[in-house]
């Protein structure tokens, strides 16, 4: 029978650090968008769902930058799931994280498990970290629960034994889901039972796609003879599988730059996807029909690919390919849950080992994928998947025992206001804290407090329902700040500047209203307003500030950056450099800021002293997928000579 157990797992890694204080007003930097002209000759349902209702803003939730890269060792909590078959190992601190699944019985591990815990700027919300099994839900990009503690508990499993729910709100979307995983008795397959569920009253768009980390030195194998094909170059076309301009693009390093492979698997074909080494042995991963995506993405043998490989991980041991499956073909698309309904499906995880000569094979497709499916079908059949996802269904709602983790406290704030209690995913008003603390008061008095002492704003909710709350609360300072953060969100802008302009007429900290404001400036082109109001609001932030505490070094950090980067724009060079030389010399040694130093002395015209930042060299830990600038400024720093290897992200061709 499976065991449960609580672990610690120590691993060389960084802190999380502080939450970027700073509401995220501006549109994402997402890599994963087309052009017009791209969309032209998509299939109708795919060109519908990729319209339909696309993320426009992170709020309510906020970036996480705060991490660094000077590793030590860290503790992370872990529930362990194990049978004489399998051992799983979960991080519930980490969104939920399969950070490894090994196979007892041939001593191998499954997953490509990361030896160090260390963030990167790649979940929609920032903090990410490669490796293991991931659920990522509410949009195009990873979730921003990556590095976020989930619920989790205890709960019967269909076989009598014991089964590990997770579940949180998801609050992009305001979607309430769970994860049940579970051993059944002498299998050697991990069971993964996925609900979603919409309260609302109108239908929401709904995102999921489970990312496998696997070994980079196998061959991906799935039931497909095409692919639509992204290389991160805002384009997506349908291309032949395996072979693409004569390189069989199965194998992870036959491709120079990091893509995206969506496999299109034809309806009525059993829903799978695996990655095998050269004797045939790997990971195989299926489902019910439900999650009808499969894709490869792969970083390439290319020098920009390489250098994230070691970005993400302890330079020497070994890269990654990921193994993905949907709700839709692409991770472009968002399929629609209507109002009151739930989807759900089954998914499995475990070793597949098949004939090697046959999985090396060139020139035979259909005989490698004839070959995995079948030895598929003799592991674990699909009538049995279905089967188990009937039985899984029966208890999705069975209350949980045992708590293992707390999450936030958001559905429970939720659960409050509309009464709605979600059987099986019980949201304790015991796990409300102090970010929902004015929020519940808003709810029970119709006021929102003010702060007893100044400060950076919470966190702002910007769904309609609590909307409408604050446009009928009296109109104090900090009511009108997030009343304006709602607005903004909402596609309001004329009336968000309103109720800035307001609360700034009263606000005893200017500076969070300035900051706002000069975003909405900025939005609109204004960019010499702005820039005095980004300087103003940072002198009043320098002027407000109590101590060194990470909270307000984290607001003049996020702040600043903002505030120089908007004086270079406009040439104002000496203002942008009295900014500088205001941060706290922590914040200017971190790497993001001495990137910030170089396009600062470029600007002045210093470029030997620019080059010797690069020379010095540093580390933009929150350096996002994608992101060209540090080729960028080199390219103003030194025209000639090309980028160094240790600053090469580059996910495209030039």
Known sequence: MTVVRREVLTLPGVELGPVNPLPPLRPLDEVHELDERSKEDLPLDMARQLGWQPLRSLLPERLRDGYGRRRGPVDLDTIVLENDRLRATVLPGLGGRVASLFHKPTGRELLYRNPVFQPAAFALNGAWFSGGIEWNIGATGHSTLSCAPLHAARVTA????????????????????????????????????????????????????????????????????????????????????????????????????????????????????????????????????ALRGRKLFLWGAGGGGRRWQEWLTEPGTGGYAEIQAGLARTQLEHVRLESEGEISWLEAYGPLSADAETVRSVGSWGRVVDEVEGRLERALPRADVDAAYEEWRAHADAEPGQRLAVGSGWGALEVLRTGWKPAGTPFDESTLGAEQAPWRALMETGAFPEPRRVGAPGPTLVAPAWRDMLETAPARPLSEYHLGVAQWHAGDRAQAVRSWERGLELAASDWPFLRCLAVADATDGHRERAADRYAEAFADLCAERRDEGEAWVAATAALGRETIESLLLVGRLAEARAVWTRLHAGTRARGRFRLLEAQLLVAEGELAAAREVFEAGFEVADLREGAEILGEVWAQVAPDEPLPARYDFRMRPS
């Open 158 to 289: 269909p076989d009598g034994g014991e089964m590990v729910r997770l579940w949180e709100w998801e609050r992009l979307r305001d979607l309430p889901f769970q994860v049940d995983l579970w051993l059944p008795e002498g299998s050697d397959f991990l069971h993964v039972g996925v609900r979603i569920r919409n309260p609302h009253e109108k239908a929401a768009p709904v995102y999921w796609w489970s990312n496998i980390a696997v070994p980079e030195e196998r061959r991906v194998v799935a039931p497909a003879r095409e692919a639509w094909h992204f290389g991160y170059e805002r384009a997506l076309r349908r291309v032949p599988v395996p072979e693409l301009d004569g390189i069989d693009r199965t194998y992870p390093l036959n491709s120079e730059f990091p893509a995206d492979y969506f496999y299109e698997v034809e309806d009525g074909r059993r829903r799978w996807i695996a990655a095998l080494d050269g004797e045939g042995h790997g990971l195989v991963q299926t489902s019910t029909d």
